[in-house]
């Protein structure tokens, strides 16, 4: 019972830190707007979300009075200005709607809860009413495309886990919290905190670019004070690994309530780039926000990359993952390489958060429902293995989209897929893809 | 506030139905997690094939309910063997990763809106229970625990529970004071030893992984009864990480650790629930609306699970019965 009391207090302060910065009050807007999405998901030209201009919506009160119309522009989006907060209902003029495109499975009517200050979101996802216009083949080479766009969102998510790993020794549940905490963070900032006020464009990436950045320091906050008011101390008085695991899922839980606490249990997007054009490149198409996600990805897998292998921080991290006695004993802070990879794998953590809330959804759950996926990559790569949780990542973001492609009748079963997978690969080789044998035993 | 009515709820959460099937639930994991230091993280898993193993042969099959009991324990079994062959001869982690994968496989397979007419997707499946309901004396009696109501159903569904639950525990610590669960405590020990012994260490591993989930499929069983309905959302991992923290506060390696433990645990939620609810509804005082709202305050009491979880790890981890010396933490 030797922990100070010290360490107590800081975690305390730290929670409060973190959770004051959850507590920014939302923004008031002087008209309270419902904001209607239509688009197309039936035209599988790059499997992402196409707009739909032209097309006439109506919002109708609780009481059955119609408050608002309007027509979605070039993005897709109308915005309705409604006089109050309450439920409204959203229907589509099926009409307007372009040749060739229905209102989808959902219906042309949508109802809405419209918060004073918040506003409120009705999204219209059209489907196709004539036959499938593309072959399966033909959107293959998309389907890979964004498997290792997925697979790639996954590697940074789950890099830091695995190095956490294999420093450490500990698999990190919370490391899901600390993911959805950079993507609500960025949300909030950048939703409420306007420093450059434009919302398209150059001033909205920076906008974004400043909500990412904040995103990111939290998370590196968070995971950085966990390691030092938490695991540290809790490695000195020489707790066990399980024990710790154990307290971090309840670390986990906590976060991911306070989160939903604060947050609410509603999806949010980040506003200014729910819908984009696509590039289309040859056989590939991705809008700019995607492409600009992928190079961020790519370019965070090679610095991590080229630190382990080429940096002395690097051959530090490897040497402790290796023997921490060892390496302790010729001279390296151990402590500190650890504080440096959870400092690190937090930040990693926060921008695939934000990089996965762009091309979803930011929500509560968004990090605890992707943690299953982050530690079937790294065990699937090779449990404490870096590299193995890139190869892992794009075997799961791959396995994911190509049981989509194969089943399309079954797209809400594809996580099963690389799930099954997981357990058949651990069958015949138990290691990974990457590890070695003597660590399995 | 109505204080009578807060505490009225809570002791009748702590001896209710939530209670009665998370403890087989934790009863289970101190099987596997408490003397073999197996780390099953898919508990949840074993609870979903115990309930749909009531509820889909009822009502595609037409079995009576009370055939499908032993039915219960085949197919809990076969999971079991499905997730032990793999991976019990690997470091407990992979054991880990897999059993979680397992249970969040079987939850997407239940949920999947393809075969609702199998395992009625999302909804679940809710008509089942008729057997159970025949089969009391009087389904409709109404009762009354000071002040909270409950109908002759609810009591009969309680005496089922604790009937298995006190079943369970009594064989529990009479196979742990066997030479069978001292050998089974050695392996949690230390494995190579207990190898080195000539005993089998695969097979000890393998009948307390079909044993632990057998007593957490019965767990399922009265959660489905008694809430009459299999529904996949019972069943998130989250049920198995609640399992987790009831076992460690009523102590790991202890017969009664899991029972006392499941009965303080729902008596905290259902009073922090209460309670929050009133003072954010609109009578008598008030919490400010910045702090918390009636719309927020469900999810405090699963922060206070998680905050709790990990403070009892640090603080107290042999929890409020355990030994000291006796600490099952440490599995390899």
């Known amino acids: 019972m030797t922990i100070r009391i010290r360490h107590l207090l800081a975690l305390v302060l730290a929670f409060v830190a973190l959770a004051a910065t959850l507590w920014v009050p939302a923004a008031h807007a002087d008209d309270i707007i419902l904001k209607v999405r239509v688009q197309n998901t039936a035209e599988e030209t790059g499997a992402k979300k196409q707009p739909v201009e032209g097309v006439a919506v109506v919002a109708v009160d609780s009481a059955g009075n119609e408050v608002a119309t309007g027509v979605t522009d070039a993005t897709g989006v109308a915005e309705l200005v409604v006089p109050a907060g309450g439920d409204y209902t959203v229907t589509l003029d099926e009409s307007t709607l372009p040749e060739g495109l229905s209102a989808g499975d959902a219906g042309p009517s949508r109802t809405v809860t419209v918060t004073e200050g918040l506003g409120g979101n009705a999204n219209f996802n059209l489907g196709s009413s004539g036959p499938e216009a593309e072959s399966r083949l033909d959107r293959l080479p998309q389907t890979l495309f964004n498997g290792i766009r997925f697979g790639l969102v996954i590697a940074i998510m789950s890099v830091g886990l695995s190095l956490i790993y294999a420093t450490t020794g500990l698999s990190n549940f919370a490391h899901a919290e600390t993911v959805t905490l950079g993507a609500v963070v960025a949300w909030t900032v950048g939703t409420n905190i306007r420093i450059f006020g434009g919302t398209t464009g150059f001033s909205a990436f920076m906008q974004l670019a400043f909500a990412t950045v904040c995103g990111v320091l939290v998370s590196m906050l968070f995971a950085g004070l966990l390691e030092t008011r938490v695991w540290r101390p809790m490695r000195r008085r020489r707790i066990g690994l399980t024990s710790m695991m154990i307290v971090s899922i309840g670390i986990a839980i906590f976060m991911r309530y306070l989160i939903q606490f604060r947050f609410g249990a509603q999806p949010k997007s980040f506003p200014q780039f729910a819908s984009q054009e696509n590039w289309n490149i040859g056989p590939f198409g991705a809008t700019p926000r995607d492409t600009i996600g992928m190079l961020v990805s790519i370019s965070c897998i090679g610095g991590v990359a080229y630190m382990l292998m080429k940096t002395r921080t690097g051959k530090a991290i490897r040497a402790v993952s290796d023997n921490p006695d060892l390496s302790s004993s010729t001279g390296i802070n151990t402590d500190r390489i650890i504080l440096f990879v959870w400092l690190l794998g937090g930040a990693l953590a926060g921008l695939s958060g934000v990089l996965f809330g762009l091309d979803e959804q930011v929500q509560w759950n968004m990090g605890s429902r992707l943690l299953l996926l982050m530690f079937a990559a790294i065990t699937l790569g090779g449990l404490g293995r870096p590299f193995g949780a890139l190869v892992g990542s794009l075997v799961i973001g791959l396995a994911v989209q190509l049981w989509a492609w194969l089943f399309p009748d079954y797209t809400d079963l594809k996580t099963v897929g690389a799930l099954a997978g997981l357990i058949i690969i651990l069958l015949v080789r138990p290691q990974g893809i990457l590890g070695s044998k003597e660590r399995i035993g | ?332």
């Open chain 2, 1 to 332: 506030m109505n204080w009578s009515l807060i505490f009225s709820n809570a002791i009748y959460a702590a001896i209710g139905v939530q209670a009665i099937g998370f403890a087989l639930a934790a009863m289970g994991l101190n099987i596997h997690f408490g003397y073999t230091g197996l780390l099953n993280f898919g508990q949840a898993g074993f609870l979903l094939i115990g309930a749909y193993s009531v509820a889909i042969p009822v009502t595609v099959w037409g079995w009576n309910l009370f055939v499908c009991l032993p039915f219960v324990v085949i197919t809990a079994s076969l999971f079991a063997l499905l997730l032990g062959i793999p991976t019990l001869k690997l470091r407990s982690d992979y054991l880990a990763i897999v059993t979680i994968a397992a249970a969040e496989i079987l939850r997407l397979l239940v949920s999947t809106p393809k075969w609702t007419s199998w395992s009625g997707g999302t909804d679940g499946i809710n008509s089942f229970t008729d057997d159970f309901r025949n089969a009391v004396p009087n389904p409709s009696a109404q009762y009354k625990l000071w002040k909270q109501p409950f109908t002759g159903y609810d009591l009969w569904v309680m005496i089922f529970g604790w009937t298995l639950v006190a079943l369970f525990a009594l064989l529990t610590w009479a196979l742990i004071r066997s030479p069978w669960g001292r050998v089974l405590r050695s392996i949690r020990e230390d494995e190579d030893a207990a190898r080195s012994l000539g005993k089998n260490v695969f097979s000890y591993k393998m009948i307390s992984l079909v044993l632990g989930g057998v007593i957490g499929a019965f767990g399922g069983v009265v959660l489905a009864i008694g809430n009459q309905t299999a529904n996949p959302i019972t069943f998130r991992t989250e049920l198995t990480f609640f399992a987790y923290a009831i076992l460690v506060l009523g102590g790991v390696g202890k017969v009664k650790g899991p029972i006392i433990g499941a009965m303080i645990f729902w008596f905290v939620i259902s009073f922090s629930q209460e309670f929050l609810k009133n003072i954010t509804d609109e009578i008598g005082w008030r919490a400010p609306e910045w702090l918390i709202t009636a719309n927020n305050f469900p999810f405090v009491r699963f922060m206070i699970v998680g905050g709790g979880l990990a403070l009892l790890v640090v603080f107290r981890p042999q929890g409020i019965f355990g030994n000291r010396k006796e600490q099952a933490f440490d599995v390899r």
